[in-house]
């Protein structure tokens, strides 16, 4: 790690927290998530205009989540080490190039194109915009994680609203309106590495001729790794879930109850929405709470509700499915927050392992069950994915929390 990205990391756990940076960060995380999102919202349409399977759903679905898994621990790494600023612009420009050619695309070949572009463009934008939102934290870990990804999970929501009513009336050539707000987070990112840039020079001049020595938590290499390919197992398993429900729920609904594509919609709408509430009261609760027993209730309590989704009538499922996905999301920030204490001074890294991997991973699976629908039956994906939040009994083997010390100033005189 450079002297430059240590001393700026450890200057931040002192500073203020920065609500105009982390809004801004959060609102360019709702364009970006939006996007994302309303790429497998589209699914339906896609597959009714351009004739596919839902093999090729899935592998569309593999191409956007693939591209984010491998490229989001790369940048990652590096930027832990070489912090780019301008980076955050130049994400958006890869975004708005993908949505444009995906507006138009008319082969599958090129929608592949498109949805690799957009999958490049958040890989870029999730590194760098998650070590802005740590410094711009001050001491509120928790609710800072919570802003910057509620506007993640708000973009996950609108993209159905979207896609109901605007997409189905226009098709994906609707897309291309889109370009013009991009313009705008464009120039929000452009403000957003301005002031991270100036961060980095203060830092630089702070602690200009002093020791600068590695962070560490009071735990081995070997269980602090081992406590993230937990943590990671578990967001892979909310991923998947949340991957499964946006993909397939609604052929699911229209297949089952004989709703209509707007109406699917909505309902998928529903489960996102309790996404946002879940991260906000996790956030909240993040800097108040233990996080393993925070982690605890999001399994034990999702576990229920989302075995119940598959057996249900419509308007039971929407209950259940509301409340799976609130308590599901309760955990992602606490997870983030305890990752970060787990690897101090390595944001860029875990942002990358659980924005990119197992988000990409996520993908992975999402791209199996489209094959597992076209084998099957998209019911029997449903009733499948329903058993996915009980992986998160794995979290019986986390280090207890008094175990992992909280990372020494990286700065010594």
């Not at 910057?148 to 609707?174: D, E, K, N, S």
């Not at 906000?280 to 509700?305: C, E, H, M, Q, Y």
């Not at 499915?321 to 955990?331: D, K, Q, T």
Request: with cysteine; glycine share 8%; proline share 4%.
């Amino acid at each position: 790690m450079s002297t430059k990205q240590n001393t700026i990391q450890s200057s931040s756990f002192a500073a203020k927290t920065i609500y105009p940076i982390l809004i801004t960060v959060s609102m360019v995380h709702l364009l970006n998530d939006t996007i994302q999102f309303i790429v497998p919202s589209l699914f339906p349409i896609l597959k009714s205009s351009l004739s596919l399977s839902f093999a090729q759903i899935g592998l569309i679905s593999l191409m956007i989540n693939l591209t984010a898994a491998i490229m989001q621990p790369a940048i990652g790494i590096y930027t832990d080490n070489r912090p780019k600023p301008m980076m955050l612009p130049i994400g958006m420009l890869f975004t708005m190039l993908g949505v444009v050619i995906l507006a138009y695309a008319d082969r599958f070949w090129i929608v592949m194109l498109a949805v690799m572009l957009i999958g490049l463009g958040s890989a870029v934008f999730h590194p760098e915009s998650s070590r802005v939102s740590f410094l711009a934290a001050g001491d509120k870990k928790g609710a800072a994680s919570s802003i910057f990804q509620f506007g993640g999970f708000m973009g996950q929501a609108i993209a159905p609203i979207l896609t109901a009513f605007w997409f189905v009336a226009t098709g994906h050539r609707g897309l291309v309106w889109l370009s013009i707000v991009i313009a705008i987070g464009f120039a929000a990112q452009f403000y957003v590495a301005k002031w991270y840039n100036g961060q980095l020079a203060d830092a630089s001049d702070t602690n200009k001729g002093k020791k600068v020595t590695s962070p560490y938590t009071g735990l081995s290499k070997g269980r602090v790794w081992l406590a993230i390919t937990i943590l990671m197992i578990l967001v892979f398993s909310k991923n998947l879930y949340v991957a499964a429900i946006s993909s397939y729920y609604s052929f699911f609904a229209i297949e089952r109850f004989g709703v209509t594509m707007e109406q699917a919609q909505i309902i998928l709408f529903v489960f996102l929405a309790a996404n946002v509430v879940g991260l906000l009261v996790g956030g909240w609760l993040a800097d108040r709470f233990s996080r393993i027993a925070l982690i605890w209730f999001s399994i034990l309590g999702t576990a229920p509700f989302a075995l119940l989704v598959p057996y249900s009538n419509l308007a039971l499922s929407i209950v259940w499915i509301f409340l799976a996905g609130a308590i599901l999301a309760s955990s992602f920030s606490v997870i983030m927050v305890y990752a970060n204490e787990l690897l101090p001074g390595q944001v860029g890294l875990v942002s990358g392992i659980f924005f990119g991997l197992a988000f990409g991973l996520g993908g992975v699976g999402s791209a199996i069950l489209g094959n597992m629908a076209d084998a099957t039956s998209i019911d029997f994906v449903i009733r499948c994915c329903a058993y996915l939040p009980l992986l998160g009994l794995l979290t019986i083997f986390l280090p207890k929390e008094k175990k992992v010390r909280s990372a020494r100033p990286a700065v010594e005189v």
